[in-house]
Structures are given as C-alpha cells and as structure tokens.
C-alpha cells in the first residue's frame, strides 16, 4: 500500500474524483503550493467539499472559488489564474450574512426569506453547489464533535436553509443525507427509532432496488417495451415526514422503496404498466391513475405498489419523459407540491421570480449529468450569466427580510412594513446612515424607517418621474388615502401640481379642453382631481398638449418647408394703394413708427404738418394722445388691396437656455414670416428679453404666431 500523501496539495489531487476531472482543473490543483498553513480539521472539511462538487460535476471555477475561500494562503494565486472567481468568492462571503442572522433567530425567523435572501445575495447560482457541499462536510464532521449545542445549530441551519435548496434544486445526492443529518442531531431519539423500524440499513435497500431495477429493466425488454428504470430507497427524514403528513405507522407506506420507469408515449405507460402486474403481486389498494386523472396541479403518472422480491413492498411509478420534466421542472414542480403540504397557492412576484432561477439551474444540472468534453460550458458559465434577479431582498431594524421588487425605496418598504408607517414616514437610514427617500434600495442592506408623529404623505409621492415609489401597491395606498380628502382640497392641489408644471413647460396658459377627451374626463376640475389622486401624472397632460399643438401645426401637404430669405432691413413707405383714407384722394400716407399697424387691426388716420396722413392703431397711446389734442386732424382709414407685408415689433421674454433663438426662428418660420432684426437683453436670473421685429402679411398671422411663441417651454410671455 503507498503512503497516504502527506500535503493538501497532493491530498486533493489524490482525490477519487479527480480522475475524472478535466485537465484543466488537475493542472490547477498541481500548480499550487504544497504547504498550506490550514488546520486539520479545516483540511478535511475541504477535502470532503472538493470531493462532493467533484461528484455534481462542478467546473474549475467552482472549485477554485472552494480552495481560494478555504485556504487564504492560496488566493492570491487562485485569483491571478481565475479572476472570474473574485465575484464568486464575495458571494462567499456574503453568504455569512445570512447565517449571522439565522443564528439571530434561529427560533423565531424566517426560514424561506432567509434562502431568498441567500439566492439574492451571492447572484451567481454556482456558488449554491459550493455551500451544499461544504454544509455537508461540516455535518459529517459534526459527528465527531462533543460541543452538541454546535452541532444542534449546524443542524438547524441545515434544515432550514440548505436541506431545502438542495431539494429544490434537485441535487438528490447531497439532499437525502444533508435532511437524514440534521435529522439525526436535532431528533436523536425519533431517527433512531425510525431506523430500528426499517428491516435493514440502507446499503442493503441500496441494493435491492439495484436487483429490482435489472429484473425489471429485462422484463421490460423482453415485452419489447422500451424503458428506463431509475430507483433509490427512501430516506429515513423522508419516511418520517410521510407517517407525519398520513399518520400512519411504517409498516402502512409501501414505497420505503421506490423505482420510476420513463417511457416515451402513454401506450407504453400502460404496456410497463402490465409487465410490473405480471411480474410482481400488485396491491390493489395502492393504484393510482393520475394520467387518465391528473392531479389539480396537473400532476400525470401512474402509480401502484406491488409485492416484490423477497416480500418487501416496493412502489413503481410509470410516466413519459414529457411527463416527468414537467413534474420536475414545471408547474407540478415536486418540491412546491411537498413543501406546500400539497395545496399550490398563487406564486407572488417574487415567488415566480424565485422559481425562474431554481427551474432554470436544475435544468441545467441535469444536463449536466450527461457527458461533456473538456471545455464544454454547460454549467461553467451558464448558471452565472442566464438570471437576472427582479427582486430585492432587504432587512428590518430587527434583522427581519423583507421582499420588494427591484427599484424599491425607502417609501416602498415603510409601505410594505404598514400602511401607517408609510403615511407617516419623513426619511430613512440604511446600514445606519441617512438616505433620501428615491434611493434605491441593494438586497441585503438595513433599512430603518423615521416617521412623524401624524399622517401626511405627499402628493409629489405618486408622480412616477420623481422616483419615490417603485411598487403599484405602495402607489395605490397613497392614492387611497388622497381618495378619502374632500373634492375641494384635491381639485386645488391638482390645480397647484399641474400649474407647477405646465409652467415649466411655458404651457401655463394653455387651454386644457382640447385634451380632456384624453384622459376621459368632461372638465378641467376633473382633470385635476385625477392629477391629486395621482391617477394622472402633470407631465402627461403637458405632452398631450405639446402633441396637440404639434398637430396644429403640421403642413397640410407632406412638402418640405422651406425658410424664408432674409429681407433687407429697411422700412418701405406704405404703396398709396394699401390704404384709403376716406373722402379724400393724393394724400401721402404712411404707416406710424409707434404702433406699425398690420392689415385686419382696427386703424385711424392722423393728418400731420408736413408728412400727410399717419396711419396708427386706434388703440395706439400715441393717436390717443394726438387725437385728445387736436381731434379735427382725425381722418377715417380703410385697409386697401394686400401688399408685400408690414413689419411689425414683438417681444419674447423667456428663460436663458440653450438653443432658445433656433427653437424661435423654427416657430417664426413654420408660419412663414420674416426676421428682420434681433436685439436681446439680459434680464438676470437666467432669464432674457428678445425683441423681434418681423414682416407679416396680416394680423391673422401675427397672432398665430405670438400664440404659438407664448407656448414654447420657457417662454414667460409673447407680446406686441
């Protein structure tokens, strides 16, 4: 016999799996050194945890990550050779999060927020074989222990925790001896008496049900049915928990050993069905047909126990591999049947978001159980790269999880601890420092909520833009509670929201009745109590507007504008034709500097001294004046035959941003007028005056376009 090697280095290489691990991962382990300051038992754990992922075919990563968290001394090497192992191994350590606070409270916590939050915390599901396998370790070497309180809380973190992950995830090898351990040290005297019960230990049911699979396996063939037959014996945690759920005694469960058949279509189901009758003494009472009767949760197989070699009861079950795939990995999903005490309730958000990521690993862990080459990714990367979690998982001031979809806030999670608390929140802390009430909550952190003495949530709350609630729910408690106001109070806060708003936009005295009919409602008051409630956001009603004014003001035809040119700066004499004073005829006319009428305004003329007739606006301050003064100069004037245009003056006072002029000169040139000059003037505070003087051809245009500029976002006013 050689020696035993003597360093962990050559210990772990002298691994049974080894021989069937890649090259890739044996010239890793021989790259190392071969001294390692560890301690003994620490080395043994290792070395069983190595040796299980070398069972469930774990990569080079995973192992790696194992090693480089075990041995600190090797890290460093590790992680120059496999930096892609330095996430895995802070999931490693984040782990440790959660068995900090499962010890916290072992007795009174929350087992399923804990796993949740285990899966949220270390991202990549690789890291799960790392934790079964190690947690296995640790158990096997708690036999040897005398400190039973340690042990006994091992064992509670085991079956809350990991005993249920390996379930779910399907990992039958480390699952039954994991749950049989705990089992063991948490019931000591229960287990035992369990295990006297049985007629022989488990090696000798292991190989019974190897007999029963080969007599089986050639019966089948023999028939021409073609099949795979599959078995293992119960477990003794698992008998224990069926005499529980059915209380009945052992000798009333007839699949303490059990074989399943898959078959490829429902013929051969039956076919199979009638070679197990003839070769074994079936037991009437114990056939099941949930293929012609499938269960609530569309469970499908049959199922009969019959009398087997040497009189020990043995149960069969007979379904499809289409059948079977969908009772491992679908709805019929067998661990949310057992752990549900049978009863499928409705998954919430962050169950089904839970059950996409178990699904999605445990399909791939069974593919995995084919054979794959050097270098095939199946499980290396796929675990790692294919989930997205959509849920976050962060804890109470008492170490309680808490489950919130992801973008939650402060707000949301004092929403989801109570209604109240959510009312009368006014900040938050997390992991002890103080946040804002948008910021985005990372699964694992601490939130502690600080509230005021009296009710007063804020409206600005359900404006989705502003980020402070990132769950419907939370949303719909505030607006309940805007809801029990009075109609007064939330029409002139509504009021108040939408004005700050459109505001902003240079909306503010935009006509609201055009839009209505967008958001079902017959009048403005009712708009805004929509905008109170919450129901409606202010920013929505300020882009139907811009929508709506967009429409107005596209071309009629699909020909590209064009801009108009620039016209000489010089202010042509009115043509005597533009204008017809009244009863007389050969007088000069002009038009006044003051006002600059335009054709459609009400005008006057104003005979002067030397410069003959003054055509003003009759609501002009300068005509007014002159007229006061010497009223017998006050001539009757009519608009003529249109002319060329009339330049008229116009000032824009707005808020000093980017791109303001090009967004003013595309407004003037949609409605077709010509700039003649530009002067602006700084206002302070960001703000400008721009004083325009443009060519129209009438005062129908003119007003268009002072509309049309009063409403662009950040113009204050538009006048003459």
């Known amino acids: 016999m050689p020696e035993p090697p003597d360093n962990l ?12 691990a890649g090259p890739s991962l044996r010239a890793l382990l021989a790259s190392l050194p071969d001294e390692a300051q560890i301690a003994a038992g620490d080395a043994a754990v290792l070395l069983d945890t190595v040796g299980s992922l070398g069972l469930l075919g774990a990569d080079v990563e995973v192992v790696a990550t194992a090693l480089a968290d075990a041995v600190p001394a090797w890290r460093p090497l590790l992680v120059a050779r496999l930096p892609a192992i330095v996430p895995l191994i802070e999931g490693l350590a984040a782990a440790h999060q959660v068995w900090s606070l499962h010890a916290e409270h072992a007795s009174e916590g929350n087992p399923e927020g804990l796993r949740r ?12 074989l790392v934790l079964l396998a190690r947690q296995l370790a640790l158990m096997r070497a708690a036999a040897r222990s005398e400190n039973d309180a340690a042990r006994r809380a091992l064992a509670a973190l085991t079956r809350d925790i990991h005993a249920p992950l390996a379930n779910r995830l399907g990992i039958w090898q480390l699952k039954w001896e994991l749950e049989d351990l705990a089992f063991r040290y948490l019931e000591p005297d229960t287990y035992r008496r369990i295990a006297g019960l049985l007629d022989d230990k488990r090696t000798g049911r292991e190989r019974h049900i190897e007999a029963v699979r080969v007599q089986l396996g050639e019966a089948l063939a ?4 073609r099949g795979e037959v599959a078995g293992r014996p119960k477990h003794i945690f698992s008998i224990w928990k069926k005499m529980q759920r059915k209380q009945v005694p052992i000798g009333e469960l007839y699949d303490l050993r059990a074989v399943r058949v898959l078959v490829d279509d429902i013929p051969a189901c039956y076919a199979a069905l009638g070679v197990v009758h003839a070769l074994w003494t079936p037991i009437p009472s114990e056939f099941d047909d949930y293929i012609a009767r499938p269960k609530h949760n569309d469970y499908r197989s049959l199922h009969t126990a019959v009398v087997g070699p040497d009189g020990k009861t043995l149960e069969v079950q007979i379904r499809t591999r289409e059948m079977h795939e969908a009772s491992e990995l679908g709805v019929a999903a067998h661990w949310r049947y057992k752990e549900s005490g049978g009863s499928q309730r409705s ?6 978001a839970l059950e996409r990521r178990i699904e999605w690993m445990r399909r791939l862990l069974d593919a995995h159980t084919e054979p794959a080459g050097e270098g095939d990714p199946s499980l290396a990367g796929a675990l790692g790269t294919e989930l997205v979690e959509d849920r976050v998982f962060v804890l109470t001031p008492k170490g309680e999880i808490v489950d919130l979809p992801q973008g939650a806030t402060p707000l949301d999670f004092a929403y989801h601890v109570h209604t109240m608390v959510g009312h009368r929140c006014r900040g938050a802390k997390v992991d002890g420092r103080i946040v804002p009430l948008d910021y985005v909550l990372h699964s694992g952190e601490r939130v502690e909520i600080l509230t005021a003495k009296t009710p007063s949530p804020r409206r600005d709350w359900l404006v989705v833009s502003n980020g402070f609630l990132a769950s419907a729910r939370s949303r719909e408690k505030v607006r309940n509670w805007f809801h029990k106001l009075d109609r007064a109070r939330n029409l002139q806060a509504g009021r108040e929201l939408l ?24 009048t403005v008051e009712d708009l805004h109590v929509l905008v109170a409630l919450g129901d409606v956001g202010p920013n929505q009603v300020g882009r139907a507007l811009l929508e709506l004014e967009r429409e107005r003001e596209a071309p009629a035809d699909d020909a590209t504008p064009t801009l108009p040119l620039r016209q000489p700066r010089r202010l042509p004499k009115a043509a005597d034709s533009e204008f017809h004073v009244v009863g007389v005829d050969n007088l000069l006319v002009q038009v006044a500097r003051c006002c600059r009428p335009v054709p459609g305004e009400p005008i006057a003329g104003y005979l002067t001294r030397a410069r003959g007739v003054t055509v003003h606006r009759r609501d ?23 002319s060329g245009g009339h330049a008229s003056d116009i000032v824009v006072e707005a808020v000093d941003r980017r791109h303001l002029l ?6 003037i040139a949609q409605e077709d007028v010509h700039v003649l000059s530009i002067q602006s003037e700084s206002l302070g505070l960001s703000r400008v005056r721009l004083q325009l003087r443009v060519r129209v051809a009438d005062y129908g245009q003119l007003a268009r376009l002072l509309g049309k500029l009063d409403g662009m976002p950040g113009v204050d006013a538009a006048r003459r």
């Open 662 to 667: 090009k967004d003013l000169s595309n407004a």
């Open 222 to 225: 023999a028939q021409g049915v």
């Open 347 to 352: 998954s919430s958000a962050g169950d089904a």
């Open 9 to 20: 280095r050559d210990r772990l290489l002298a691994l049974p799996t080894m021989a069937a």
């Open 620 to 642: 002009c301050p300068a005509f007014l004046r002159l007229s006061a003064h010497e009223p017998q100069r006050v001539l009757p004037v009519e608009w003529g035959r249109a």
């Open 499 to 522: 004005d700050k708003d459109l505001r902003r936009l240079g909306l503010l005295q935009a006509d609201l009745a055009p839009v209505l009919s967008r958001f079902n409602v017959a």
């Open 117 to 128: 939050l285990l899966l949220a915390l270390i991202r990549d599901l690789r890291l799960v």
